[in-house]
């Protein structure tokens, strides 16, 4: 299984850099010189189209950049432009992860509950704005719940029953 880390949407310059907009919640480790990445042509294909080396990263204005081994020319990296990066569930570890931590596909699709076990609804998407996630939560029925990861709010993860309780403070509903 793979996950997606992101999408490369342009080419930058001359040299074979790649303009990404990342969608992984480790962009440092994931698109460090030598990891493994494989290329997709849409989020939803299951078998990739090839396999690459990140050979050098960096940030700018908003955006990873991204030159991958043996691809060094804007020619040669043009038909990479509109597709999609992941990365292989084997090189996922939780040796990553401190405790308190998730990658992101552990947490999207959990049910949430508030501490007396109703469903509040399921986690769809996780957004990064800042200082802290948060966690946009699907309710049937009713707008989404923009869910602050703070400790306040987070009572507890638990991935093997798949939920999240959450206590829901004043004016977050």
């Known amino acids: 299984m793979y996950y997606n880390v992101g999408k490369i949407v342009n080419t930058h310059g001359i040299r074979g850099e790649l303009r990404i907009v990342s969608t992984t919640?480790?962009?440092?480790e994931r698109f460090k010189k030598g990891s493994q990445l494989a290329v997709f042509k849409t989020e939803s294909d299951s078998s990739p189209l090839q396999s690459v080396t990140v050979a050098s990263a960096r940030q700018h204005k908003g955006f990873t950049l991204l030159t991958f081994e043996g691809y060094d020319d804007i020619n040669a990296v043009l038909p990479f432009k509109g597709t999609v990066l992941k990365v292989d569930e084997a090189q996922l570890?939780?040796?990553d992860l401190s405790d308190g931590e998730y990658y992101y596909h552990q947490i999207i699709g959990l049910t949430v509950v508030d501490q007396a076990g109703n469903k509040i609804g399921t986690v769809k998407e996780i957004m990064a704005p800042g200082a802290n996630d948060v966690w946009v939560v699907s309710r049937p029925g009713q707008s989404e719940l923009l869910l602050p990861v703070i400790k306040q709010v987070?009572?507890?993860?638990?991935?093997?029953?798949?939920?999240v309780v959450v206590e829901l403070m004043e004016g977050l509903d």
């Open 93 to 95: 570890t939780d040796n």
């Open 25 to 28: 919640d480790f962009p440092e």
């Open 154 to 163: 987070v009572k507890k993860v638990d991935l093997e029953n798949q939920q």
